[in-house]
């Protein structure tokens, strides 16, 4: 049973953190057009480092380290992943929507990569969970 709600809960938060995503991404595609073209790279190199380091934290937590168990460890693993993931598909959306910008021709081919990449996050984070 315990297994049966921390995947129900696993999918709600990634539901949620689409929804976000989704939402934000307007306001995301605005704040960007105020990037003047010469500060785009430096921009891509300080999202990249941002990307890394959100990326580092997500593989570096394990659910099998958690206490699921117990509510309050549940509600942490749940929420660490959140902030986790979350921050993963907004740098993602910054990255996509700046080299949109830089090199128009391989937007097709980041957005692609991009979307790969998150798609592994989740998979990752769903089996993380069903592999305890």
Known sequence: MIMK?????NLIKNILILAIAAWLYPIIQNSLAQL???????????ISMFLVT????????TYEKSKLNSKVGKILAHSSTFVFILLII?????????V?????SFYHVILGLATLLYLGIVLYDFWDLVKL
Request: with cysteine.
């Open 54 to 61: 959100a990326c580092f934290a997500n593989f570096a937590f």
């Open 100 to 104: 949109r910008v830089v090199y128009p």
């Open 36 to 46: 003047k073209f010469e500060q785009t790279n430096d921009f891509l190199l300080v």
């Open 90 to 98: 907004l740098l993602l959306e910054c990255i996509v929507s700046a």
């Open 5 to 9: 709600s921390s995947i129900r809960d």
